[in-house]
């Protein structure tokens, strides 16, 4: 009986040391949640996040929720449930998925809201850039071509809290010549999901409403700039009219050095992927990454209702228009010089870097 203890126990040890030894292996898991594909930003971020993951040896699980907030917060207590050692969230409703972040805590998950805040003292990290330079950028962009007359203002959409930011920056650089009566505001709407089909249609309406009697569009991201430009082109006043964008996209980026949309928002996505990836493997290991500051909820929604902090880093943001777009585009590799410049003379383009 006495030699059957010993063989049962050494049994055992051998079992415990075996699942300690495939624990130690088994890869840290992360969870990428994104709120919609339809971006054109984000399907690039979803793929660049998981081969970066991949790199340094984590498992990385992809969930994309079509723009319903209530789907995204199941996919994210799903990610829970197998396990995930920390999530990247890109909130459709950074207020819904509050829910399903102070879940993810309770479990012991990490969350880290990735350019989009969600309204929870749970979170890990916010990581964005400074979205409130990302409007008074779009703004000085429309005021370089054009300080008076008739404005549009084109909202993003109300679920995501960047907008509010966005607007309250633009609102820094144009409410002194409101005051002033220097600018008319004549229209002023926000965009739901970022749609540029939504975004088409409201400047159809606007533009009737008015009489087509407008002098600029600030517009809060490329999407739904582009968007307006179709009902201002079907007018005749795409390229007389500036206009905003952000994100730098390709067909924005087309359509700036095209001579019809003013100016883009650069956000080099290129760093804030890699910063997401290096937090999500540190939080993963209980370390705390460095560089965090925090912030309080009201001061980033710029709703006093709301209490606690989150910690935040930032990154910088540059204007782009016609005169900088090769240097800064172009040259760094951010967009494809044949996408841009595809549709231009062969004898206008700038030579390929």
């Not at 415990?16 to 990428?32: E, H, Q």
């Not at 179709?230 to 095209?258: F, H, N, R, Y």
Request: charged share 20%; proline share 4%.
């Amino acid at each position: 009986m006495k030699k059957l203890n010993i063989t049962l126990l050494t049994i055992a040890l051998f079992v415990v040391l075996s699942f300690s030894a495939f624990a130690a292996d088994a890869p840290i898991k992360i969870g990428l949640s994104f709120s919609d594909f339809a971006t054109e930003r984000w399907p690039v971020e979803a793929a660049l996040m998981t081969d970066l993951g991949r790199e340094v040896g984590a498992q990385v699980i992809v969930q994309v929720a079509n723009h319903d907030a209530k789907l995204q917060n199941d996919q994210i207590e799903n990610m829970v449930l197998q396990g995930v050692d920390v999530i990247i969230i890109v909130a459709e409703d950074g207020a819904a998925a509050a829910t399903a972040v102070d879940q993810a805590a309770e479990a012991g998950i990490p969350c880290i809201a990735y350019d989009r805040l969600i309204k929870s003292p749970n979170l890990a990290a916010y990581i964005s850039f400074d979205n409130v330079e990302v409007g008074r950028t779009q703004a000085r962009g429309v005021l370089n071509v054009k300080d008076s007359g008739k404005f549009v203002l084109l909202g993003g959409s109300p679920t995501d809290n960047n907008a509010i930011l966005f607007r309250q920056g633009q609102m820094e650089m144009l409410q002194p010549l409101i005051d002033s009566g220097q600018i008319e505001v004549v229209a002023d709407q926000w965009v739901t999901n970022w749609d540029p089909a939504e975004a088409l249609k409201m400047m159809e309406n606007i533009l009737t409403a008015i009489n087509n009697e407008v002098d600029a569009v600030v517009a809060s991201n490329d999407g739904t700039a582009l968007g307006a430009l179709q009902a201002m082109k079907a007018q005749g006043l795409a390229g007389k009219v500036p206009i905003s964008g952000q994100d730098a996209t390709w067909a924005g980026c087309k359509s700036i050095v095209e001579g019809e949309l003013t100016m883009s928002v650069y956000k080099d996505v290129r760093l804030l992927s890699p910063m997401a990836i290096d937090m999500a493997m540190q939080f993963a290991k209980g370390e705390t990454p460095e560089g965090l500051e925090d912030f309080t909820l009201a001061e980033l929604t710029l709703d006093d209702k709301l209490t606690g902090t989150a910690p935040c880093k930032f990154l910088k943001v540059f204007g782009v228009d016609k005169d900088n777009v090769y240097e800064l585009i172009i040259k760094s590799g951010f967009q494809e010089y044949d996408n841009v410049y595809k549709d231009v003379p062969e004898k206008d383009r700038p030579p390929r870097p």
